[in-house]
Nanobody
Framework: QARLVESGGGLVQPGTSLRLSCAASGFIFSAYQMTWVRQAPGKELEWIAR????????DYADSVKGRFKISRDNANKMLYLQMNDLNSEDTAVYYC?????????RGQGTQVTVSS
C-alpha cells in the first residue's frame, strides 16, 4: 500500500523560499511519475508540478513556473519541491501524489503559509 508523508511546510514571509519533502514507501517509487498538488483555503485542488519516473521530465502549472522546482531521489524514495519567491497566493496545503493503476494516493499534506 502506497504511503506518502510530506514535510517542510511552515510560515514564511513573501519573497522567501521553502523546500518541501515527501517520503514514499509501499510501492516501487522509481517506477512512477510523481506529482505535487495544493489546496488553498476555499479553493479546489490545484495540480502544480509533476516529474517523470526517472526524473528527466518535469512540468509545471503556469502559476508556479519559473519559481518552483520539482525533483526526486529515487535511491532514497524522496520527492522534493523547491519553492522560491513565495507570495500570499502560494498559501495552501501541499500534497505529494502518485497514481498507481486506477488508485490515486496522497499524503496528509503540509501547510505552507506566506504572510508578512
Amino acid at each position: 500500500q502506497a504511503r506518502l508523508v510530506e514535510s517542510g511546510g511552515g510560515l514564511v514571509q513573501p519573497g522567501t523560499s521553502l523546500r518541501l519533502s515527501c517520503a514514499a514507501s509501499g510501492f516501487i517509487f522509481s517506477a512512477y511519475q510523481m506529482t505535487w498538488v495544493r489546496q488553498a483555503p476555499g479553493k479546489e485542488l490545484e495540480w502544480i508540478a509533476r516529474i517523470s519516473s526517472e526524473g528527466r521530465r518535469t512540468d509545471y502549472a503556469d502559476s508556479v513556473k519559473g519559481r518552483f522546482k520539482i525533483s526526486r531521489d529515487n535511491a532514497n524514495k524522496m520527492l522534493y519541491l523547491q519553492m522560491n519567491d513565495l507570495n500570499s497566493e502560494d498559501t495552501a496545503v501541499y500534497y505529494c501524489g502518485v497514481q498507481i493503476s486506477t488508485a490515486q494516493a496522497r499524503g496528509q499534506g503540509t501547510q505552507v503559509t506566506v504572510s508578512s
